[in-house]
């Protein structure tokens, strides 16, 4: 992953636990007797950037991301799909230390209630072949997983992580810190827009939102013929 944790605006809680066990995964670390985080669960609304800071986490931790794409791992082949998950997991042990990245979560395994039902419980045994490697999994590997429901992951799956960090829509404070890094991120100076007036109009957005508008409002002053966005 690129991004940087200066990429990421608000999300405090997360960022300082995150920064915690940042050097967990060091040999003076296991001397000490710290437990590397088993898996880390960002839940909350769409937009607010989890998926952001789930791929960030990596970088913090100089460790390579591995995204783990459940709709993939599934296949039509007897046992194929079982089979399947195993060598995904095989693999993420293989390149420990590493974060195992699961987007939205609650959609990857939306199957396993009805699994025995809707395909003979290929989803179940799938989904119990994760829960047990979470279980005893003693490799550096640590699974980070978003949801923007967690009301449907299951709650044997969310006892396996070590913390669930919800991810609401962001404060004054924090959509000020998002302008700022989105309109660096297109080469425009904060300082030279009206930061407060700015926050005030976009009360109730999204990270995802703010950076839609400043899109616009690039384009827009573009095709206007305007020196500069404003």
């Given at each position: 992953a690129k991004t940087t944790i200066e990429d990421v605006g608000g999300m405090d809680n997360a960022k300082e636990y995150i920064d915690i066990y940042g050097k967990s995964f060091s040999e003076g670390a296991k001397e000490f007797g710290v437990e590397p985080p088993k898996g880390i669960i960002l839940t909350g609304?769409?937009?607010?950037?989890?998926?952001?800071?789930?791929?960030?986490?990596?970088?913090?931790?100089k460790m390579p991301c591995l995204?783990?794409?459940?709709?993939?791992?599934?296949?039509?082949?007897?046992?194929?799909?079982e089979q399947n998950i195993r060598e995904a997991l095989k693999l993420a042990e293989a390149t420990a230390p590493c974060a195992l990245w699961v987007d939205e979560i609650e959609k990857a395994i939306s199957g396993v209630k009805s699994s025995n039902y809707s395909d003979?419980?290929?989803?179940?045994?799938?989904?119990?072949t994760l829960l047990t490697w979470m279980q005893e999994n003693t490799s550096e590997v640590v699974l980070i997983t978003t949801a923007n429901d967690i009301t449907d992951v299951p709650p044997e799956f969310i006892r396996r992580f070590d913390e669930v960090f919800f991810v609401d829509i962001p404060s004054a404070k924090e959509r000020e810190e998002i302008f700022k890094i989105h309109l660096l991120h297109r080469g425009r100076k904060p300082s030279d827009f009206?930061?407060?007036?700015?926050?005030s109009m976009s009360e109730?957005?999204?990270g995802a939102e703010i950076e839609k508008a400043i899109r616009f409002g690039i384009a827009h002053a573009f095709y206007e013929k305007k020196k500069n966005v404003t």
């Open positions: 609304v769409p937009g607010t950037g989890k998926s952001l800071l789930a791929k960030t986490c990596a970088n913090i931790w995204r783990l794409d459940i709709g993939r791992i599934m296949t039509g082949l007897v046992g194929g799909s003979s419980g290929t989803m179940s045994r799938v989904f119990g009206d930061l407060k007036k700015l926050v109730d957005y999204t």
